[in-house]
Antibody, heavy 127, light 114 residues
Framework: EVQLVESGGGLVQPGGSLRLSCAAS????????MHWVRQATGKGLEWVSA???????YYPGSVKGRFTISRENAKNSLYLQMNSLRAGDTAVYYC?????????????????????WGRGTLVTVSS | DIVMTQSPDSLAVSLGERATINCKSS????????????LAWYQQKPGQPPKLLIY???TRESGVPDRFSGSGSRTDFTLTISSLQAEDVAVYYC??????????FGPGTKVDIK
């Protein structure tokens, strides 16, 4: 079965750290860009980070310097190391996959729409 | 960054009636080299992760019922549910992938039964 399963969420104090994991199965993990997307309770979706097939990481300004995304293709696993956590980081964190990109007139284009999502893991930052 | 907006924030539609959700991007998401709009739609039911409905603004994902359709180009897009079913109660999000990173989502539109 094609699926993503997140783990590692929990309660952490402000300023603390947490490492999330995502186990992929049923597809060739190494061939896909992978992402973390979060959602605070009752709020919308916020992209948190991405990692390309070559291990190249991407972050929005809100988490850059605090979060580190990584992958271990041999274990079909994606990770998110979160440091210096703040109350505003409280959310359900989803692992998600995007479709492979393509070359369009010689330029590579990402096709970053999310075709597979995990069920999420809850991170609560509170004292 | 491209900012996505949606309207309305919520709507209530009778069973079997049409539901229309609008999405607007702060700049065009049409890539002229392949004439494709880099716009996707998702459905999120309570307690569940989002589910991909539409990509390239109008291409239905495999397994998505044909009552769901997407239209529009450049900066203005629409998701239409032609005949609302009870199982369609959800929040719907649009997302651009023209300029990445970052990926940006609309704020969501909640659809309920009238």
């Amino acid at each position: 079965e094609v699926q993503l399963v997140e783990s590692g969420g929990g309660l952490v104090q402000p300023g603390g750290s947490l490492r999330l994991s995502c186990a992929a199965s049923g597809f060739t993990f190494s061939s896909y860009d992978m992402h973390w997307v979060r959602q605070a309770t009752g709020k919308g979706l916020e992209w948190v980070s991405a990692i390309g097939t070559a291990g190249d990481p991407y972050y929005p300004g809100s988490v850059k310097g605090r979060f580190t995304i990584s992958r271990e293709n041999a274990k079909n696993s994606l990770y998110l190391q979160m440091n210096s956590l703040r109350a505003g980081d409280t959310a359900v964190y989803y692992c998600a996959r995007t479709r492979p990109g393509d070359y369009v007139w010689g330029s590579y284009r990402n096709y970053w729409y999310f075709d597979l999502w995990g069920r999420g893991t809850l991170v609560t930052v509170s004292s | 960054d491209i900012v996505m907006t949606q309207s309305p924030d919520s709507l209530a539609v009778s069973l079997g009636e049409r539901a229309t959700i609008n999405c607007k991007s702060s700049q065009s998401v049409l890539y002229s080299s392949n004439n494709k709009n880099y716009l996707a739609w998702y459905q999120q039911k309570p307690g569940q992760p989002p589910k991909l409905l539409i990509y390239w603004a109008s291409t239905r994902e495999s397994g998505v019922p044909d009552r769901f359709s997407g239209s529009g180009s450049r900066t203005d897009f629409t998701l239409t549910i032609s005949s609302l079913q009870a199982e369609d109660v959800a929040v719907y999000y649009c997302q651009q992938y023209y300029t990445t990173p970052p990926v940006t989502f609309g704020p969501g539109t909640k659809v309920d039964i009238k």
